[in-house]
Nanobody, 128 residues
Framework: QVQLVESGGGLVQAGGSLRLSCVAS????????MGWFRQAPGKEREFVAV????????AYGDSVKGRFTIARENAKRTVYLQMNSLKPEDTAVYYC?????????????????????WGQGTQVTVSS
């Protein structure tokens, strides 16, 4: 069983930056692909980014490419989401998620339904 706790959300002006963190406890962290998702009021949960077990592979949703960066530190059991050039449309609750993978090549996981473990979410609000 894996428990995930996000932090780092808040209120920021458009054009600003935030860094989200997600700390995992339980499980073997370096066997999990880690993802970030977000959900705005009245909208579906949206894929933001995913990172492979080693951190060597990453992928992003089209709306955040070039602005957000996902990274992980396995020794600290932590995954990060650096968010730059924030826009009002980035306003949402951001969730980290974990999926156990059997081999390192199984990392490109963008569907929320494939993730077994979720954090409680952290609110990001971008003002215009």
């Amino acid at each position: 069983q894996v428990q995930l706790v996000e932090s780092g959300g808040g209120l920021v002006q458009a054009g600003g930056s935030l860094r989200l963190s997600c700390v995992a406890s339980g499980g073997t962290f370096n066997t999990y692909a880690m993802g970030w998702f977000r959900q705005a009021p009245g909208k579906e949960r949206e894929f933001v980014a995913v990172i492979s077990r080693s951190g060597g592979n990453t992928a992003y949703g089209d709306s955040v490419k070039g602005r957000f960066t996902i990274a992980r530190e396995n020794a600290k059991r932590t995954v990060y989401l650096q968010m730059n050039s924030l826009k009002p449309e980035d306003t949402a609750v951001y969730y980290c998620a974990a999926k156990s993978t059997g081999y390192s090549g199984d990392w490109y996981i963008t569907a929320a339904l494939q993730y077994a473990y979720w954090g409680q979410g952290t609110q990001v609000t971008v003002s215009s």
